[in-house]
Structures are given as C-alpha cells and as structure tokens.
C-alpha cells in the first residue's frame, strides 16, 4: 500500500513561492538602496525620520566650465593733444616779427585746424589767423612738427584784391613786399611754371630757412596776386629738401 505524500508536496510549493517573495523584496530593497547611495531615487528624503541612516553618497556640485566674457574697453583716442597756448604765442610774436607794424591786426585771433582760406578744415597740428580786408586777405599760420610738440614752420600770405597785373615781376615783387613786410628779402629772380609765374628769395638764416616773394596765378580772366612768407625751422623733417615757400 503506497505511502499519502501530498502534504509534504504541498510544503515544497509553500516554501519555494516564500522564498521567491522574500528574494523579490529583497530584491527591492537592494535596489533602493542604490538608487538612494547614488541620489537617483532618494528614499531618505521621503522618510528623513525612518530612513536617515542609510549611505548615501556625498553631492558634489559640479562647476562650469565658464569664463565671463572680458568687457570691451573703448579704442583710445589717436589724436595728438598740441600745445595751444605755446602755438599762439609763438604765431602771435611772428607776426609782430614780420609784419608791418602800421598793418598788424590789432587782435590776431589764433584757431587750429585753421587753413588759408579761414575755414576751419586744415590738419590737428595747424595753427592760423584769418583777417578780410577791403585791400587784402591775410593768411598766417604756424605748424608743429606732426605728432609732437616741437615747431615746424610759420608762414604768411597776403592776398591783394586790387592789382590786376597778370604776370609777376621783380620790381613789383620788391614794391610789394615792402608795404606789408618788415625786412623782406631783394627779389631778382623769377620765373614761370605752368599757369603761376612768381618771384622769390629763399635763403638759409639763423633759424632755419626764409623765403619772401610774389605769386600771380591765373584763374579764369581774372589773376590772383599774392605775396608770401615763410620759415621752416632747422628741426623740422623736411628742412633739408625745402627749396621754396611756393610748390607750382
């Protein structure tokens, strides 16, 4: 007669789904307690109280790699700052120099950047007075070497609005500069270039070198008659090639 074993089959079956059960939650709690070490699913932090005490790795917050942008400075300024009061002076005590004392102005008014024709358009380093008159139109200016404070050259023009004489000569080159110069220099040579004849005297003297002359260009029908004068200092750049105080 064969033995009854179900019981025993039935205890098998019971105790192999408990361990699949414990194994499964143990499972479980394994990989909580992973996922809370390494801060993915933190369980602690749901119970604070009840769970505290499990290992969790520390946080370290990470930097970035992050370099602020430098602010862009503003460009320098490239323009040379001239000694303005050292250039009036200096223009100023030329013109009392040079000039006729019964036709000097008796208020030189001094401008930089100022050109020949009285407009404010000339370069940095160009200093000048500008006087109309019903006789002439008196020009003078004073130059620093460019990019410092060391004098250039000073010249003076005086434009005449009534001689209508069409080619420059010597006697009238001498005639002229006598009126409106102090001590100019005896003109006797003169030549014609292109649409401009003058006459001039360009020497080498104690500050550098002088020219005083007479320039009659044409334009239209109607001759434009000037009388000029000029010094270039021994310092400036392009004393050793300067032959005349007029370029035709």
Request: with cysteine.
């Amino acid at each position: 007669m064969e033995e009854y074993q179900a019981p025993v089959e039935q205890n098998k079956t019971q105790t192999v789904s408990r361990l699949k059960i414990f194994l499964a939650i143990l499972f479980i709690l394994l990989l909580l307690g992973v996922l809370n070490y390494f801060n993915i699913f933190s369980i602690s932090n749901f119970f604070p109280k009840q769970l505290d005490w499990l290992p969790r790795q520390a946080v370290v917050q990470k930097k970035l790699l992050y370099t602020p942008a430098k602010p862009t400075l503003a460009p320098t300024s490239a323009v040379f700052n001239y000694d303005t009061e050292k250039a009036k002076t200096l223009l100023v005590q030329y013109v009392k120099d040079v000039i006729n004392p019964n036709i000097i102005p008796a208020n030189i008014e001094i401008k930089q950047e100022l050109d020949q024709d009285g407009k404010v358009e000339g370069p940095t380093y160009q200093f000048g007075s500008f006087l109309n008159t019903k006789d002439y139109i008196l020009s003078t200016n004073f130059r620093y070497e460019e990019g410092n404070n060391l004098p250039n050259g000073y010249g003076i023009i005086f434009k005449l609005t009534s001689i209508t004489q069409a080619t420059a000569t010597a006697s009238l080159a001498n005639q002229l500069l006598s009126n409106y110069f102090k001590n100019p220099f005896f003109v006797s040579n003169c030549q014609t270039k292109q649409t401009m004849s003058y006459c001039e005297n360009f020497q080498i003297t104690d500050n550098g070198k002088t020219g005083y002359g007479i320039a009659i260009a044409k334009q239209n029908t109607k001759p434009i008659v000037i009388l000029f004068n000029c010094t270039v200092l021994k310092n400036s750049t392009n004393y050793s090639s300067l032959t005349s105080c007029v370029s035709p």
